[in-house]
């Protein structure tokens, strides 16, 4: 079969690296010399244009999408120009997976355009080389050109191009087209990506973890920021502020509000790409109008230096180190903070750090005691077979959860969590107590604070890291016991034993407010 002239070729992918293969390819569609995915011939008018449907447009800084949308942009725009080829760009936003991904590209693609684009069957054909894209394309209607799918020679496509890179390999340069060399090296994009892509914390969506359910997350988090706030506000210095780890920038916003910090320049650096996109759509819709001077950084500290040594006044970590702890390496990672934050602040700046921490004599022996009659008795099971983890949770006892707990708590902490039992009773040590008691009536997000570790360090502990970085403690500052959370999480559901005697035991340390300073010049 051959159709009338088509004028459009629509080009979808994430187009992170263009290689000189596709530019041979679309020359050759252009000029009619292929067919499509049944054979038949396809012919295009003269005038025909390629339309480059961007797919994760509003993506960066993961390890799917390393490259921002804008450069990406410039590289099309450059291998256009470069091989005479016309072309229109159109950023597509993404969206979960879902059958009907090319009908809502193919609507993007009109409503960006205003319509001076809206490709049918009728006069489109589609250049994809993915077998289950091509497939949604061709129940719409569509015909298709198979791109790298359809060449016996197996050319490199642009991802095994993009792991080249990331691998070391400088033949990526040869087989990429050189409009995406030029905007890597113009701007840095070759290191970057190799950066976020080898980065051992952030997936590849940009989380720390797939389970994350983000919207409790931010929630918890912002309910929480007065507090914290003004627990660390008397402490801050003004000048050059960043607040590492910022989630949605809620620190930040109350930074700004600060008359007295109104000449400091305030900066996030947040590594999760879902809370990036957050601060970001907070600051256009002027969440921080208070200081114009607000400006937000997706990166990873543990990677490099994201400030240059010794120009930051206060740094503020809130509930960020125990998940450094949990996903960047242990207390090794920590170190390594505390080192990166140790150079880049000036002489008599200041890291402010607030966050659960371990229980003092956290080896000790006790008896934990838990309530059996405030759910059911059942066996720990796998819970992400569950539809509905949180209620499956709530209706056990807190004496079950305990045992779903340990089973989770191994598997995803990879820690021994060793304990015993008499009776009902649990004989574990005094942090493990701690690790549970803290997440128990985590039921939303179980499965990723199932991961996280928040008893490894106690307050001596941070004090001799701090101290080890070259930081001076403030002797104010140290572990506390939030009384809130003994009152209505713990006491409630738990008792806290001699394992011997059985008397009864004082509640430990929860947190940590440390206040450390790099010591004045000489």
Not at 195 to 207: A, F, M, Q, R
């Amino acid at each position: 079969m051959v159709d009338s002239p088509l004028r459009t070729v629509l080009f979808p992918g994430r187009h992170h690296v263009l290689t000189r293969f596709q530019a041979h390819y679309l020359r050759a569609v252009l000029a009619g010399h292929t067919r499509d995915t049944e054979g038949d011939p396809v012919v295009l008018a003269e005038d025909a244009t390629v339309v480059w449907a961007v797919t994760s447009a509003n993506h960066r800084g993961t390890r799917r999408n390393p490259v921002p949308f804008h450069r990406r942009e410039a590289a099309i725009e450059r291998f256009a120009l470069t091989e005479g080829i016309e072309g229109v760009v159109v950023g597509v936003v993404d969206v979960e997976p879902t059958p009907r991904f090319a009908e809502l590209t193919v609507k993007t693609v009109a409503h960006e355009t205003a319509g001076r684009r809206s490709p049918t069957p009728a006069d489109t054909v589609v250049a994809c080389s993915t077998a289950e894209v091509t497939a949604m394309y061709r129940e719409l209607g569509y015909r298709v050109v198979p791109v790298e799918a359809g060449d016996d020679a197996d050319p490199a496509r642009p991802w095994d191009v993009l792991e080249l890179l990331v691998a070391g390999d400088p033949t990526w340069r040869e087989l990429a087209h050189p409009a995406t060399v030029s905007v890597f090296d113009r701007y840095g994009l070759a290191d970057s990506t190799v950066v976020i892509c080898s980065d051992p914390v952030v997936g590849s969506e940009g989380g720390l973890t797939a389970t994350r359910e983000y919207r409790s997350y931010i929630a918890a988090f912002e309910s929480a920021a007065e507090r914290k706030w003004a627990q660390a506000r008397p402490w801050v210095q003004p000048g050059r502020i960043v607040d590492i780890g910022c989630a949605t920038g809620a620190m930040l916003e109350l930074a700004a509000a600060e008359p007295t910090l109104h000449e400091s320049d305030l900066f996030g650096v947040e590594v999760a790409r879902h809370l990036f996109d957050e601060c970001e759509h907070r600051k256009a819709q002027g969440a921080f109008a208070a200081n114009p001077n607000t400006f937000f950084v997706q990166a990873n500290v543990l990677n490099g230096s994201v400030f240059p040594p010794a120009t930051v006044d206060t740094t503020t970590t809130f509930a960020l180190t125990h998940e450094i702890l949990s996903y960047g390496g242990g207390v090794a990672a920590l170190h390594a903070l505390a080192r990166e934050i140790a150079a880049h602040t000036a002489p008599g700046g200041v890291w402010i750090n607030s966050d659960v921490c371990g229980p003092a004599e956290g080896d000790r022996q006790v008896r934990l005691r838990l309530r059996t009659d405030d759910g059911a008795a059942a066996d720990p099971v796998d819970l992400t077979a569950l539809a509905d983890v949180a209620g499956h949770l709530e209706g056990l006892s807190t004496r079950a959860r305990f045992d779903q707990f340990a089973v989770d708590f191994r598997r995803h902490a990879r820690v021994p969590f060793a304990f015993s039992t008499d009776g009902d009773d649990v004989l574990l040590r005094l942090a493990d107590a701690m690790e549970f008691l803290s997440k128990v009536s985590y039921t939303d997000n179980w499965l990723s604070e199932t991961h996280e570790q928040f008893c490894a360090l106690d307050g001596a502990g941070w004090t001799a890291l701090v101290t080890a970085a070259g930081l001076e403690v403030d002797p104010r500052s140290g572990a506390w016991r939030n009384d809130w959370l003994v009152e209505n999480v713990f006491a409630p559901v738990a008792e806290l034993l001699d394992p011997v005697n059985g008397e009864q035991l004082d509640w430990p340390d929860t947190h940590v407010l440390l206040v450390a300073r790099r010591p004045e010049t000489p």
